[in-house]
């Protein structure tokens, strides 16, 4: 078992920087793959970034790529998502969310989901 806390939602104008926490305890491991994924009203959950737990290969999302970055602390047992410049389109809830065995963008992979935290991007 895993849990996921995310935290450092809020408001922001476009242009403007976030950076996103996921506090993880429980089990974990250099098998796990951890991801940051979003949903916006009416749309569906959609991959942002991820890496594998205590790694440094990530993959991004084209939307996000060279304006979001995702790492870990692996001391603090924090996942980061880094935004910046972002845009009224970054508006949706995110979600942090870790896989025991899979490598890919599908939500379907990830087996332990945080409750999300709100990000708001103003134009």
């Known amino acids: 078992q895993m849990q996921l806390v995310e935290s450092g939602g809020g408001l922001v104008q476009a242009g403007g920087s976030l950076r996103l926490s996921c506090a993880t305890s429980?089990?974990?491991?250099?098998?796990?793959?951890m991801g940051w994924f979003r949903q916006a009203p009416g749309k569906e959950r959609e991959f942002v970034a991820r890496?594998?737990?205590?790694?440094?290969?990530?993959v991004y999302a084209a939307s996000v790529k060279g304006r979001f970055t995702v790492s870990g602390d692996y001391v603090k047992n924090t996942l980061y998502l880094q935004m910046n410049s972002l845009k009224p389109e970054d508006t949706a809830v995110y979600y942090c969310?870790?896989?025991?065995?899979?490598?890919?963008?599908?939500?379907?992979?990830?087996?332990?989901w945080g409750q999300g935290t709100q990000v708001t991007v103003s134009s």
């Open positions: 890496i594998r737990w205590g790694g440094a290969t990530t």
């Open positions: 969310a870790a896989g025991e065995g899979g490598w890919g963008a599908a939500a379907t992979l990830y087996d332990y």
């Open positions: 429980g089990r974990t491991s250099r098998t796990y793959a």
